[in-house]
C-alpha cells in the first residue's frame, strides 16, 4: 500500500490537536473548579444540575415567604402579648372596685381605663411593613372604626352602653404564604379573633364608663364575667400565634436543610476533583510534550540518514 508524504503530518496534527484540546479542557476546569461548562459536556448530569437549580429557585421563594410570614407573626404575638397585659390590669382594676369607698377613688381608675383603651385601640390598629395587620385580606385600611365623643374620648355610639365604641371592619381572613409545596400558613389572627379584639376594647369601656359613674355598685359580676371571658380569648389567641411560629421556624430550618442538600449535590454533579484534574492535566501535558519531540526527530530524517 502506497503512503504518501502527508500521511504522518496529517494523522500527527490530528493527534495533537485532540491532546491539545483535552489540555484546554482539562486547564479551564481546574481553572473554574467546574466539571460541567456546557450541557454537551454530560447532558444527563446537566439535566440534573438544570432540574435541581430549579428546586433552589422554588426553595428560595418558600424561605423568602417563611421570613415575610415570620414578621408578621412576631409583630402580631407582640400586639397580644401588650393585649394581655392590658387585660391583665384591667380585670385587676374590676376586683380593686369592690374595695373602693369613695367616687374619687373610681374616677382615678376611669381614667387610667380610659389611656388603656386608647392603647388597645392603637394596638388594634397597629401596621407592619404599611399593612394593618390584624385587617386580615383587607390590610389597606384601619380594621377597628373608633367612635368618639365630642370631646374626642372613645365612646359607645350613643353614650349609654348600647351600641359600640369600637367596630371590626376588617376581612374574615387573612393572607396565606406558601412555605413549602404543599404546606401554607396564615400568621394573621382571622376575622372572629380580631372581633375578640374589639369585644375586650368595648368591655373596657364598660368597665370605664361604669367607674366613672362614681356608684359602688356600678361594677357588677357581669362586667367582670365578660372582662374574664376576653382574657381567655386574648391567651387562647396568643397561644395560636405560637403554634404558627413554632410551624414557620420548622419549615424555615427544612428549607435550608433541603437548600444546603441541593448545593451539595449541585457541587458533587458540576464540581471537578482539583487533584484529579491537575494530575490529568500534567500526564496529557507531558503526552503532547513528548508527541512533539517525538514528530520532530520524524520530521528531521530523510532519505540521507539511511544511505
Same mark, same amino acid.
Given at each position: 500500500?502506497?503512503?504518501?508524504?502527508?500521511?504522518?503530518?496529517?494523522?500527527?496534527?490530528?493527534?495533537?490537536?485532540?491532546?491539545?484540546?483535552?489540555?484546554?479542557?482539562?486547564?479551564?476546569?481546574? *481553572?473554574?473548579?467546574?466539571?460541567?461548562?456546557?450541557?454537551?459536556?454530560?447532558?444527563?448530569?446537566?439535566?440534573?444540575?438544570?432540574?435541581?437549580?430549579?428546586?433552589?429557585?422554588?426553595?428560595?421563594?418558600?424561605?423568602?415567604? *417563611?421570613?415575610?410570614?415570620?414578621?408578621?407573626?412576631?409583630?402580631?404575638?407582640?400586639?397580644?402579648?401588650?393585649?394581655?397585659?392590658?387585660?391583665?390590669?384591667?380585670?385587676?382594676?374590676?376586683?380593686?372596685?369592690?374595695?373602693?369607698?369613695?367616687?374619687?377613688?373610681?374616677?382615678?381608675? *376611669?381614667?387610667?381605663?380610659?389611656?388603656?383603651?386608647?392603647?388597645?385601640?392603637?394596638?388594634?390598629?397597629?401596621?407592619?411593613?404599611?399593612?394593618?395587620?390584624?385587617?386580615?385580606?383587607?390590610?389597606?385600611?384601619?380594621?377597628? *372604626?373608633?367612635?368618639?365623643?365630642?370631646?374626642?374620648?372613645?365612646?359607645?355610639?350613643?353614650?349609654?352602653?348600647?351600641?359600640?365604641?369600637?367596630?371590626?371592619?376588617?376581612?374574615?381572613?387573612?393572607?396565606?404564604?406558601?412555605?413549602?409545596?404543599?404546606?401554607?400558613?396564615?400568621?394573621?389572627?382571622?376575622?372572629?379573633?380580631?372581633?375578640?379584639?374589639?369585644?375586650?376594647?368595648?368591655?373596657?369601656?364598660?368597665?370605664?364608663?361604669?367607674?366613672?359613674?362614681?356608684?359602688?355598685?356600678?361594677?357588677?359580676?357581669?362586667?367582670?364575667?365578660?372582662?374574664?371571658?376576653?382574657?381567655?380569648?386574648?391567651?387562647?389567641?396568643?397561644?395560636?400565634?405560637?403554634?404558627?411560629?413554632?410551624?414557620?421556624?420548622?419549615?424555615?430550618?427544612?428549607?435550608?436543610?433541603?437548600?444546603?442538600?441541593?448545593?451539595?449535590?449541585?457541587?458533587?454533579?458540576?464540581?471537578?476533583?482539583?487533584?484529579?484534574?491537575?494530575?490529568?492535566?500534567?500526564?496529557?501535558?507531558?503526552?503532547?510534550?513528548?508527541?512533539?519531540?517525538?514528530?520532530?526527530?520524524?520530521?528531521?530524517?530523510?532519505?540521507?540518514?539511511?544511505?
Amino acid at each position: 500500500m502506497r503512503v504518501t508524504n502527508n500521511t504522518y503530518p496529517d494523522t500527527l496534527l490530528n493527534h495533537l490537536q485532540r491532546i491539545s484540546k483535552q489540555m484546554n479542557t482539562l486547564q479551564t476546569q481546574a *481553572a473554574s473548579g467546574q466539571r460541567i461548562t456546557k450541557i454537551s459536556d454530560d447532558s444527563a448530569a446537566s439535566n440534573r444540575i438544570l432540574n435541581m437549580q430549579e428546586e433552589k429557585e422554588k426553595i428560595a421563594q418558600f424561605s423568602k415567604n *417563611a421570613s415575610r410570614a415570620q414578621n408578621i407573626n412576631n409583630t402580631t404575638i407582640s400586639q397580644l402579648q401588650n393585649f394581655v397585659k392590658i387585660s391583665d390590669r384591667v380585670n385587676e382594676i374590676a376586683v380593686l372596685a369592690n374595695d373602693l369607698q369613695g367616687e374619687a377613688g373610681l374616677k382615678a381608675y *376611669a381614667e387610667e381605663l380610659d389611656e388603656m383603651i386608647e392603647q388597645a385601640v392603637r394596638g388594634a390598629n397597629t401596621k407592619f411593613n404599611g399593612e394593618y395587620i390584624f385587617g386580615g385580606t383587607a390590610s389597606g385600611s384601619e380594621p377597628f *372604626a373608633v367612635n368618639l365623643d365630642a370631646s374626642g374620648k372613645i365612646q359607645d355610639t350613643d353614650g349609654a352602653g348600647a351600641g359600640a365604641a369600637v367596630t371590626y371592619t376588617g376581612a374574615s381572613e387573612g393572607p396565606e404564604f406558601h412555605l413549602s409545596e404543599s404546606g401554607k400558613v396564615a400568621p394573621f389572627t382571622d376575622g372572629s379573633t380580631n372581633q375578640q379584639f374589639a369585644d375586650f376594647i368595648n368591655r373596657m369601656v364598660t368597665l370605664r364608663d361604669a367607674m366613672e359613674s362614681g356608684s359602688l355598685n356600678a361594677v357588677n359580676e357581669t362586667i367582670r364575667a365578660d372582662l374574664e371571658t376576653s382574657e381567655d380569648d386574648l391567651i387562647f389567641a396568643l397561644s395560636r400565634q405560637g403554634s404558627v411560629q413554632l410551624r414557620i421556624e420548622f419549615d424555615i430550618n427544612l428549607n435550608q436543610q433541603r437548600y444546603t442538600d441541593l448545593e451539595e449535590n449541585i457541587s458533587s454533579e458540576a464540581d471537578v476533583d482539583l487533584s484529579q484534574t491537575i494530575v490529568r492535566l500534567t500526564q496529557v501535558q507531558n503526552a503532547y510534550q513528548a508527541s512533539l519531540q517525538s514528530a520532530g526527530r520524524v520530521l528531521n530524517s530523510s532519505l540521507l540518514n539511511y544511505i
